[in-house]
């Protein structure tokens, strides 16, 4: 896909935000540098004939820790010091067009 200044104003726009021109350029920017990683990625020989690497140690020996117990709110709890609320949840003001 070829990124332009377009493009980049246009999917902020479906993201409902407008971007700066130096905004841009840094967006630009950083998808002009992971198209170079990707490239070099591409130019690796015989890539197809490596095995994915889906965990980096073998399954079987891997040692997992055990569950801490973990400090929760009661729901009660959150609800009291929200502004607008109704029997099970927070209600907070739109904030995306229609």
Known sequence: MNFTKDLIDDLASKLLFEL??????????????????????????DICKIEPLTHPFPLESTVLREDDEVFELRQEEVLQNAQDKNLTSVIVPKVVGE
């Open 20 to 45: 700066s021109d130096e905004e841009n350029k840094m967006v630009l920017d950083e998808f002009e540098e992971i198209e170079r990683n990707m490239n070099l990625i591409n130019d690796i020989g």
